[in-house]
């Protein structure tokens, strides 16, 4: 809290030479004031053009009918993009809070704009869970960036974030109208639809992975993986010709076909995806989504004893960190 309002904070700290943070290196980086408790975060990462990428939810509750994320003035329901190694920024109204050194790539798509905020690179977004960027595509170049992102209570969605890109919300969720007056759903400037969208009777909340591009799995090199976070299930979706896309179950094996090192027992929620400098895949998970639960693994995927074909069920487990962690409210 701040003057007893509720702020999400963007922050960096310095890393020491033994690779800890130093506690007492904190700057601010943004500060966006948050009306309700509810869609108030997101994914942030740092892409191959070396910018930073912020995703915001919309700091509502359901419908939530202020409809920041189509406000382009409102840092709510965004993919921000920073340059964090130049320029300053100085925002003191409480809508945005204040942002201290960081400076606008020239080719946002709102840069010039008089009428949106030159950080905004895409728009439309309610609660992104999970965002990536392939590090190879052989069919479009370099970079695409997929997020996953949750609805309601009609669709969860994986998006391709570009630049000046309205996903819907709060107009539309996936491609159906949000709106109760069907007049409303109107035609959204530069809307994209999602890639793949994934109905509530099937899914909670979906979570981001990655495009795989190890070699571990020979059989899901350019395959995108997500999960549902509620469920814990797995799933691949597959690009197939003209932009179509194909979804399908990565079920668990029995641990009878995993390696003997390999054969924990996963945990009932999927949190987040990890993957490391080998472009291998990681689980973090966790039995409980209550606030205060303090147990949770990381866990290693590795493959099956044999992995010469394609095998229809889940690869591996294997932990690697057994972590203590909590989720807390903090003010």
């Known amino acids: 809290k701040f003057q007893n309002e509720d702020y ?14 130093d506690t007492n290196s904190e700057v601010f ?3 966006i004031h948050q009306p309700f408790d509810g869609g108030n975060g997101g994914p942030m990462f740092f892409a191959d053009d070396g910018y930073l990428y912020i995703v915001t939810g919309d700091g509502g509750e359901k419908d939530y009918p202020k409809g920041n994320a189509q406000n382009k003035n409102s840092f709510h329901g965004k993919v921000l993009r920073l340059d964090v190694t ?21 080719t946002n798509p709102f840069i010039n704009s008089t009428i949106a905020r030159p950080e905004i690179y895409a728009l439309g977004i309610r609660n992104m869970w999970g965002c990536s960027q392939d590090t190879v595509n052989k069919k479009g170049g370099t970079g695409r960036i ?34 109760t007056n069907v007049a409303e759903c109107r035609p959204l400037e530069n809307e994209r639809y999602p890639i793949y969208e994934f109905p509530h009777n099937k899914s909670h909340a979906l979570v981001g992975g990655y495009v795989y591009r190890g ?46 090192d390999a054969r924990e027992t996963p945990l009932k929620h999927i949190l987040a995806f990890g993957q490391d400098l080998k472009s291998e895949l990681y689980l973090l998970m966790a039995d409980e989504f209550l606030i205060g639960s303090k147990t949770g693994k990381m866990f290693a995927l590795l493959p099956l004893k044999s992995d010469t074909t394609a095998p229809s069920c ?11 962690f909590s989720w807390e409210n903090i003010h």
Not at 220 to 236: N, P, Q, R, S
Not at 314 to 324: E, F, I, P, Q, R
């Open 86 to 106: 130049s320029g300053q920024q100085d925002f003191t109204e409480k809508e945005s809070g204040t942002a201290k050194l960081y400076g606008i790539p020239g």
């Open 314 to 324: 889940y690869s591996c487990l294997v932990v690697t960190v057994a972590m203590v």
């Open 215 to 260: 070699r571990l799995f020979s059989y899901l090199y350019g395959i995108y993986t997500f999960a549902d976070a509620v469920t814990g299930k797995t799933y691949l979706l597959e690009e197939k010709d003209q932009g179509t896309w194909d979804r399908r179950d990565w079920l668990q094996c029995h641990v009878d076909k995993c390696p003997s």
């Open 146 to 179: 997929f997020c996953a992102e949750t609805g309601i209570n009609k669709f969860d969605e994986i998006n391709l974030i570009e630049a000046g890109a309205n996903y819907g919300w709060n107009v539309r969720q996936g491609t159906a109208c949000q709106m």
């Open 29 to 31: 980086l943004l500060r």
């Open 8 to 21: 999400a904070y963007v922050s960096t700290f310095r890393v020491t030479e033994s690779e800890r943070v």
